[in-house]
Nanobody, 123 residues
Framework: VQLQASGGGLVQAGGSLRLSCETS????????LGWFRQAPETERQFVAG?????????AYADSVKGRFTISRDNAKKTVYLQMNNLTHEDTGVYYC????????????????WGQGTQVTVSS
């Protein structure tokens, strides 16, 4: 399975971005997808996750609840992360990960990763 993340960029605080993660290979509908972010010299942190298509259970880190929305388009084999009301603390490289079944908040449980997309929020 290959993942291609896109949509990052430079935005002012209070602005919005939508990240996309397009997958290829495998059976998208059975995958759980997760978004993680990593700032310099920090560990990769869970941002949002969505379980496989038949469940569609979603979860968010407390820091992004009410501001970020994760969704999936099974026809396009793509997962999205809509990010609103961005703050400087949201700055980092955002990675999408793929695993079977149910989402996880733990990065080591994801088998496949995209290359990351940089999000920079200016204050």
């Amino acid at each position: 399975v290959q993942l291609q993340a896109s949509g990052g960029g430079l935005v002012q605080a209070g602005g919005s971005l939508r990240l996309s993660c397009e997958t290829s290979g495998g059976t998208f509908s059975i995958y759980a997808l997760g978004w993680f972010r990593q700032a310099p010299e920090t560990e990769r942190q869970f941002v949002a996750g969505i379980s496989w298509a038949s469940s569609n259970t979603v979860a968010y880190a407390d820091s992004v609840k009410g501001r970020f929305t994760i969704s999936r388009d099974n026809a396009k084999k793509t997962v999205y992360l809509q990010m609103n009301n961005l703050t400087h603390e949201d700055t980092g490289v955002y990675y999408c990960g793929c695993k079977g079944g149910v989402y996880s908040r733990l990065p080591y449980e994801y088998r496949f990763w995209g290359q990351g997309t940089q999000v920079t929020v200016s204050s």
